[in-house]
Protein backbone atom coordinates (compact mmCIF):
# COMPACT_ATOMS: atom_id res chain seq x y z
CA UNK A 1 0.00 0.00 0.00
CA UNK A 2 1.17 3.81 -0.74
CA UNK A 3 -0.27 7.13 -0.24
CA UNK A 4 -0.96 9.34 -3.04
CA UNK A 5 -2.37 12.76 -3.38
CA UNK A 6 -5.19 13.25 -5.91
CA UNK A 7 -5.91 16.28 -7.85
CA UNK A 8 -7.72 18.11 -4.84
CA UNK A 9 -4.96 17.21 -2.37
CA UNK A 10 -7.04 14.65 -0.18
CA UNK A 11 -4.83 11.62 0.37
CA UNK A 12 -6.03 8.29 -0.33
CA UNK A 13 -4.54 4.97 0.10
CA UNK A 14 -3.59 2.69 -3.38
CA UNK A 15 -2.88 -0.98 -3.51
CA UNK A 16 -0.70 -2.68 -5.75
CA UNK A 17 -2.37 -4.90 -8.17
CA UNK A 18 -2.93 -8.61 -6.85
CA UNK A 19 -0.09 -10.15 -9.23
CA UNK A 20 -1.64 -13.42 -11.18
CA UNK A 21 0.35 -16.94 -11.15
CA UNK A 22 2.08 -18.07 -14.07
CA UNK A 23 0.38 -21.36 -15.62
CA UNK A 24 1.89 -24.30 -15.84
CA UNK A 25 4.28 -24.88 -18.55
CA UNK A 26 2.83 -26.96 -21.40
CA UNK A 27 4.81 -30.44 -21.78
CA UNK A 28 3.95 -31.31 -24.89
CA UNK A 29 6.98 -33.87 -25.17
CA UNK A 30 5.10 -37.31 -25.34
CA UNK A 31 2.39 -36.05 -27.39
CA UNK A 32 4.65 -34.59 -30.23
CA UNK A 33 6.59 -38.07 -29.96
CA UNK A 34 3.72 -39.87 -30.27
CA UNK A 35 2.40 -38.14 -33.36
CA UNK A 36 5.74 -38.38 -34.98
CA UNK A 37 6.13 -41.90 -34.58
CA UNK A 38 2.74 -42.29 -36.32
CA UNK A 39 4.45 -40.40 -39.16
CA UNK A 40 2.86 -36.84 -38.39
CA UNK A 41 5.22 -33.95 -38.69
CA UNK A 42 4.29 -29.84 -37.36
CA UNK A 43 4.82 -27.06 -38.64
CA UNK A 44 4.38 -22.94 -37.28
CA UNK A 45 3.51 -20.41 -39.94
CA UNK A 46 4.87 -17.08 -37.77
CA UNK A 47 2.43 -13.77 -37.48
CA UNK A 48 3.59 -11.18 -39.58
CA UNK A 49 3.17 -7.99 -37.89
CA UNK A 50 1.07 -6.13 -39.51
CA UNK A 51 -0.17 -7.30 -43.58
CA UNK A 52 -3.10 -3.99 -44.91
CA UNK A 53 -2.78 -2.37 -41.34
CA UNK A 54 -3.49 -5.32 -39.29
CA UNK A 55 -1.76 -7.75 -37.55
CA UNK A 56 -1.54 -11.03 -38.49
CA UNK A 57 -2.10 -14.24 -37.09
CA UNK A 58 0.20 -17.51 -36.61
CA UNK A 59 -1.06 -21.01 -37.41
CA UNK A 60 0.76 -24.89 -36.31
CA UNK A 61 -0.25 -27.36 -38.83
CA UNK A 62 -0.37 -30.88 -37.78
CA UNK A 63 -0.25 -33.19 -40.85
CA UNK A 64 0.31 -36.42 -42.07
CA UNK A 65 1.23 -37.36 -45.88
CA UNK A 66 -1.10 -40.36 -47.04
CA UNK A 67 0.29 -41.37 -50.40
CA UNK A 68 -1.08 -38.52 -52.90
CA UNK A 69 -2.53 -36.99 -50.13
CA UNK A 70 -1.88 -34.94 -47.13
CA UNK A 71 -4.59 -34.74 -43.98
CA UNK A 72 -3.95 -31.49 -41.77
CA UNK A 73 -5.58 -29.90 -38.98
CA UNK A 74 -4.90 -26.70 -37.32
CA UNK A 75 -4.56 -24.20 -34.40
CA UNK A 76 -4.92 -20.52 -35.57
CA UNK A 77 -4.00 -18.07 -33.00
CA UNK A 78 -6.29 -15.20 -31.73
CA UNK A 79 -5.69 -11.86 -32.89
CA UNK A 80 -5.59 -10.79 -29.47
CA UNK A 81 -3.70 -13.22 -28.40
CA UNK A 82 0.74 -13.69 -28.00
CA UNK A 83 1.85 -16.68 -30.90
CA UNK A 84 3.05 -19.94 -28.63
CA UNK A 85 4.42 -23.09 -30.34
CA UNK A 86 3.49 -25.06 -27.46
CA UNK A 87 -0.22 -24.18 -27.25
CA UNK A 88 -0.54 -24.12 -31.11
CA UNK A 89 1.07 -27.61 -30.95
CA UNK A 90 -0.78 -29.15 -28.40
CA UNK A 91 -4.19 -27.90 -30.29
CA UNK A 92 -3.34 -28.70 -33.61
CA UNK A 93 -2.48 -32.38 -32.83
CA UNK A 94 -5.63 -32.39 -30.78
CA UNK A 95 -7.40 -31.62 -33.58
CA UNK A 96 -5.85 -34.29 -35.91
CA UNK A 97 -6.52 -36.67 -33.28
CA UNK A 98 -10.31 -35.64 -33.48
CA UNK A 99 -11.03 -36.21 -36.88
CA UNK A 100 -11.07 -32.16 -37.44
CA UNK A 101 -8.72 -32.64 -40.83
CA UNK A 102 -9.20 -31.90 -44.40
CA UNK A 103 -7.17 -33.76 -47.16
CA UNK A 104 -5.24 -31.86 -49.61
CA UNK A 105 -3.72 -32.68 -53.20
CA UNK A 106 0.11 -32.73 -53.30
CA UNK A 107 0.68 -32.39 -56.91
CA UNK A 108 4.59 -32.31 -57.90
CA UNK A 109 5.93 -30.51 -55.10
CA UNK A 110 7.63 -32.97 -52.69
CA UNK A 111 8.39 -30.41 -49.68
CA UNK A 112 4.98 -30.52 -48.20
CA UNK A 113 5.82 -28.24 -45.31
CA UNK A 114 6.86 -25.50 -47.76
CA UNK A 115 3.37 -25.80 -49.91
CA UNK A 116 1.56 -25.93 -46.86
CA UNK A 117 3.22 -22.71 -45.54
CA UNK A 118 3.01 -20.79 -48.85
CA UNK A 119 -0.73 -21.95 -49.04
CA UNK A 120 -1.43 -20.76 -45.60
CA UNK A 121 0.74 -18.15 -45.45
CA UNK A 122 -1.86 -15.56 -47.01
CA UNK A 123 -5.08 -17.40 -44.34
CA UNK A 124 -2.96 -15.39 -41.73
CA UNK A 125 -4.09 -12.21 -42.56
Wanted: with cysteine; net charge positive; charged share 30%.
Amino acid sequence: MRAVLDNRGNMNVVTAPIKEEKPAPIDNSELVKKFREEGGQIIHIRPHRYISGRVSRGVTVAFRVKKSRVEIATAVQHRDDDFTKKIGTKTAIEHFNSGKTIFLPIINDRNVARLLDRLLVNFCD
